[in-house]
C-alpha cells in the first residue's frame, strides 16, 4: 500500500517548456488535489477533483491544466512553464472530500529557469 | 489569501519540554485539521477537530478549539528531537468548503 506516488520527484525546466506531473492513489480515493508550497506560505489549492470525471479550479489555477484519468490517476500539466511557476507540488486524496483528512504525496520540486 | 495564520512563526524548544502553536482564523468553519511537515516531505494529517468539539487528544498531542474566538492551539507535549518540523493548520473555509492553509510553524527540538 503506497499511498499517494508522484514523479519525477523533481525537475528543472526551461521558460516555455512543458511538462506533466503524475499522481496516483492506491486507497480508492474519490478526490484528489493539487497544491503549490512557496517559501514562507502555506499551499495553495491549484485544482481538484471531487470525484472521477469531474475537476474544478482551485485558488491558483492560471498556467496549469489537470486531467482525472480514472480514479486512481490525476496529472497535472504546465503548457508553457514560467519562472513564476518554481515550485513544490503535492499531490493529495481523500476518501470523501474536501474536509475529510488528506494523504500527501511526497512532492515534485520544479524550477522553471 | 490565507484563512489560518499561525503564531509563533517559529519556535525553538529544549526536548522534553512543551510546544504550543495558535492557529487563528477568519470565517466560520465546519473542522479545523492540523498537519506535519518534516523537511523535504509532503503533509502528514496529524487530528481534526470538528467546530462542535473543544478539544481532542492524540499520544502527545492536544488540540484545542475555541470557536468564539476563531483560533486553535496545538500542543505538544514531552516535545523530541524527531518532532522537528513544520507545523500547519487547515480550515475548510476555502470555497466549495476547501481546505486552506496557513504559512505554518517551524518547531526545532533541540536535543
Known amino acids: 500500500n503506497a499511498g499517494v506516488t508522484q514523479t519525477p520527484k523533481f525537475q528543472v525546466l526551461k521558460t516555455g517548456q512543458s511538462m506533466t506531473l503524475q499522481c496516483a492513489q492506491d486507497?480508492?480515493?474519490?478526490?484528489m488535489y493539487w497544491y503549490r508550497q512557496d517559501p514562507g506560505m502555506g499551499l495553495r489549492l491549484i485544482y481538484y477533483?471531487?470525484?472521477?470525471?469531474?475537476?474544478d479550479k482551485g485558488e491558483v489555477p492560471n498556467g496549469y491544466n489537470v486531467s482525472r484519468l480514472n480514479k486512481r490517476e490525476f496529472s497535472l500539466r504546465l503548457e508553457s512553464a514560467a519562472p513564476s511557476q518554481t515550485s513544490v507540488y503535492f499531490c493529495?486524496?481523500?476518501?470523501?472530500?474536501?474536509?475529510?483528512?488528506?494523504?500527501f504525496g511526497p512532492g515534485t520540486r520544479l524550477t522553471v529557469l | 489569501s490565507q484563512q489560518g495564520e499561525e503564531d509563533p512563526q517559529a519556535l525553538s524548544i529544549q526536548e522534553g519540554e512543551n510546544a504550543t502553536m495558535n492557529c487563528s482564523y477568519k470565517?466560520?468553519?465546519?473542522?479545523l485539521q492540523w498537519y506535519r511537515q518534516n523537511s523535504g516531505r509532503g503533509l502528514v494529517h496529524l487530528i481534526l477537530i470538528r467546530s462542535n468539539e473543544r478539544e481532542k487528544h492524540s499520544g502527545r498531542l492536544r488540540v484545542t478549539l475555541d470557536t468564539s474566538k476563531k483560533s486553535s492551539s496545538l500542543l505538544i507535549t514531552a516535545s523530541r528531537a524527531a518532532d522537528t518540523a513544520s507545523y500547519f493548520c487547515a480550515t475548510d473555509a476555502g470555497r466549495g468548503n476547501k481546505l486552506v492553509f496557513g504559512a505554518g510553524t517551524i518547531l526545532r527540538v533541540k536535543s
Open positions: 486507497m480508492n480515493h474519490n478526490s
Open positions: 470565517t466560520s468553519i465546519n473542522n
Open positions: 477533483s471531487a470525484s472521477e470525471g469531474t475537476t
Open positions: 493529495a486524496s481523500s476518501e470523501y472530500g474536501s474536509r475529510d483528512t488528506q494523504y
